[in-house]
């Protein structure tokens, strides 16, 4: 946590990606033939692959898609769209070239059929998920074409996730079991790793870096727990692992020998790829310089209001200095847990008593340890929601234990990154009313294209929002808790004139960090790792200020057409069912839906 954003978990659900590392180029041409539409798109794919589409007609056309406007076409388009997602087809993972052209393919027919859908006859809500489907198809064809990952980011082809999921000796399924899964995943391990060689070109110096430190961890995983795992399940396990380790070795020196001295692409997508997603992906009516304004803004406001609240705690000092003695006020290292969990069960019975939202019966929040083999990767915490298909109701606030090879110093700095001012405003967040709440809600939404999107704008802008709205209820009190939520206010707006500047070229890499060190006062170390995250994940991080700034402006149109919601669930139950689509979208559904 601290530094290190917990609801940034989430994997980045990029159309593309899911079923590029699912499915075989056979598999998922056999996984559209399922259905008449998928059918079509896969003869699609087929053709476009061998002739370049040269005969395809254009979308306006008067095609069989557009004919079949009012019977059920757009409901066939998003359940091909969603199959395409969940589902890849029982193959191998097939990380080709070939593959990943076909997976673009796939999604440039589908965008084909949804754009020949007519609104005429639509509901509302369909046509706000025609429009969302568009806007997510071409959003991420031209995004695959343009960033072309296969030959940029080496650490595509180390399944550091899988191999840690099967490693880890706190796992709940059997030693048999992980060793069942973790055979699986070498198996395919040589032959991905193969396919990037072959596949990885000139990218980005810092895409390879952070490769070289992804194996590097993966590889410790395995040597470290691989050996005594394959002993206690027996069979040719051992062989498998140090066949593993061997090929994670050789992709190693790969990378340092071979790729490292070569990757000099450019990582930054530029102003017309960023202006694109703003205004076409996310329905904003700004560009990347409206957008850089707004950060600026947020920011400079936000730093008097952080200096008005140390006033009152410690007049005449600065806000950095009033807010680093606050975090000398911690639990002991064996009440971390305890600490967290209290404070979501009193977010829990606030939300429950003020009737914030509605929350069904049985649901709740826990938190566990950080498995073992994810401690590298993840050295202060995550946060497990509910998944939209399934019937669970628990959510899970995963933290990394201060562990005992940690030096006295270490283990002091970690420490106060828990500090008592910031366990609540993490209860807010990630649990209640925030990212928990907000994927119950949407489990109640039967549209099934909003349960497979997640876009930052809405989804991490509610986690904000959240914060904001618990203090205005009197949730969060007290002086420490708000210069708290401020200075996590700042550092959002903050990664708003970061991430902008970085990819429309107003600043480098070494400009950003010195900007996290100096005005945010971030640790250097911290600070790289945050602007490593911005190059690779252009645009997500507006989502928390630009996002909770347009939810505010949703709640100020709703109040001005409807009133003050008494209780809020008449406004949040509502808001939060529409899905974490973007805010646009959303608002023309929560106001004209009434």
Request: aromatic share 6%.
């Amino acid at each position: 946590m601290s530094n290190v954003d917990m609801s940034m978990v989430s994997v980045l659900r990029t159309p593309v990606e899911m079923l590029r590392l699912r499915g075989a180029r056979n598999s998922v041409l056999a996984m559209m033939k399922r259905t008449r539409l998928l059918h079509r798109i896969a003869l699609s794919v087929a053709g476009c692959f061998a002739i370049a589409c040269a005969d395809r007609p254009a979308p306006d056309d008067l095609t069989e898609a557009g004919a079949r406007a009012a019977d059920g076409a757009l409901d066939e388009v998003i359940e091909g769209y969603v199959d395409l997602r969940r589902s890849g087809g029982g193959g191998s993972v097939d990380l080709s070239e070939e593959s990943f052209l076909v997976a673009i393919d796939a999604d440039r027919a589908l965008l084909e059929e949804a754009r020949a859908v007519r609104p005429e006859g639509l509901s509302l809500e369909e046509d706000v998920d025609r429009r969302l489907l568009i806007a997510l198809l071409e959003s991420s064809v031209r995004s695959a074409e343009d960033r072309r990952r296969w030959k940029n980011d080496a650490a595509l082809y180390v399944p550091s996730g899988a191999l840690g999921r099967a490693l880890d000796p706190e796992a709940t399924s059997s030693p048999p079991e992980r060793a069942e899964r973790l055979a699986g995943v070498l198996a395919g391990l040589a032959e991905w790793l193969e396919q990037g060689r072959l596949n990885l070109d000139r990218p980005p110096r810092r895409f390879t870096e952070a490769a070289v430190f992804q194996t590097e961890s993966t590889l410790g995983m395995l040597r470290d727990i691989g050996p005594s795992l394959a002993e206690e399940a027996g069979g040719d396990l051992d062989q498998a692992v140090d066949a593993g380790i061997t090929a994670l070795e050789g992709y190693l020196r790969f990378l340092e020998d071979d790729l490292l001295p070569r990757s000099d692409g450019d990582w930054a997508i530029g102003k017309v790829e960023y202006d694109f997603i703003l205004q076409h992906r996310w329905f904003l009516d700004a560009d990347a310089d409206d957008i850089l304004e707004r950060g600026r803004s947020a920011f400079d406001e936000t730093v008097l209001e952080a200096q008005e609240v140390a006033d009152r705690i410690a007049p005449g000092q600065h806000w950095v200095d009033v807010y680093e003695r606050l975090k000398d006020d911690h639990p002991a290292t064996d009440g971390i847990k305890q600490g967290y969990q209290d404070q979501m069960d009193a977010a829990q019975r606030f939300v429950i008593k003020h009737e914030v939202v509605s929350l069904p019966d049985g649901e709740s929040v826990v938190t566990i340890d950080t498995p073992a083999a994810m401690r590298r990767s993840s050295p202060f915490g995550t946060f497990q929601s509910v998944g939209a298909f399934g019937e669970g109701l628990q959510g899970r606030l995963v933290l990394t234990p201060i562990e005992d090879w940690m030096t006295p110093e270490q283990q002091a700095e970690r420490l106060r990154s828990h500090h008592t001012a910031w366990l609540p405003v993490i209860a807010v967040h990630e649990a209640y009313p925030g990212h928990h709440v907000q994927a119950i809600k949407l489990r109640e939404n039967p549209r099934i294209l909003r349960k497979v999107v997640r876009e930052s704008i809405f989804s991490e802008g509610w986690g904000l929002f959240t914060e904001e709205l618990m203090f205005e209820l009197g949730f969060l009190q007290g002086d420490d808790v708000r210069l708290t939520v401020l200075r996590n206010r700042l550092w959002r707006a903050a990664r708003v004139i970061l991430d902008v500047s970085l990819h429309t070229g107003g600043m480098s890499v070494e400009d950003a960090v010195d900007f996290l060190v100096e005005e945010v006062r971030f640790e250097r170390y911290a600070a790289e790792l945050e602007v490593d995250m911005y190059t690779r994940r252009a645009t997500y991080v507006l989502g928390y200020l630009i996002g909770m700034q347009e939810i505010e402006a949703i709640r100020e149109d709703y109040i001005e057409a409807f009133g003050e919601p008494s209780p809020p669930s008449q406004l949040y139950d509502r808001l939060l069912r529409i899905g974490s689509i973007p805010p646009a979208l959303v608002r023309e559904e929560l106001l004209q839906g009434r």
